[in-house]
């Protein structure tokens, strides 16, 4: 599965997962915008529709993009992506917000939509350049595996609930 990241700059290079990952061949950098047109997913917690398994064709076949970002003014920035779609409830297993719902990094998010795609070997692998990297599974693994189950975006929804 293509993966592509569009990153804003915003945050510390040093701790930049973003960044990691483009510097390690993870994933491709899109430049602007818009190319993520071109991609089949973007993940974007402003979308109405939860990733879910059903979006694995489109993903293989298009590729997955992430915006990296700090989310300020979000409208502004979200304007040029199309195919949006919002990842379910997850917890944080980055150090600098452990524990914390939904305040993901670019990888874990990344990591989170491989693993709902079906590409679990994939999204460890990768998620293993970080130290904490594999705890972030350990974390969510009931609902990551509950989320990769169901059957349509519908579903997903449900099943968040059942973990908030």
């Known amino acids: 599965m293509d993966l592509y990241i569009f990153d804003y700059g915003e945050c510390d290079p ?8 483009l510097a390690k061949g993870w994933a491709v950098e899109l430049k602007d915008p818009k190319q993520s047109r071109n991609c089949g997913i973007v993940l974007t917690p402003l979308s109405d529709i939860a990733l879910s398994p059903n979006d694995r064709e489109l993903a293989l076949s298009r590729g997955l993009c992430t915006i990296d970002c700090t989310w300020a003014d979000p409208d502004a920035k979200l304007s040029d992506f199309t ?16 524990g914390r719902p939904m305040k993901l ?3 874990e998010a ?24 594999p705890h972030f599974f350990e974390l969510n693994r009931e609902p990551l595996k509950c989320y990769r189950e169901a059957n349509n975006s519908g579903e997903v929804v449900k099943i968040q609930k059942e973990f908030m």
Not at 124 to 130: E, I, L, P, R, V
Request: proline residues 4%; charged residues 20%.
């Open 110 to 133: 990344l990591g989170a939509a491989l693993f709902i795609l079906g590409e679990e070997r994939a999204a460890k692998n990768m998620m293993s350049a970080f130290r904490w990297g």
């Open 83 to 98: 195919n949006g779609r919002a990842l379910p409830y997850l917890v944080a297993a980055n150090p600098v917000n452990y």
């Open 14 to 21: 040093k701790k930049c997962t973003a960044k990691k990952l």
């Open 105 to 107: 990094t670019t990888a």
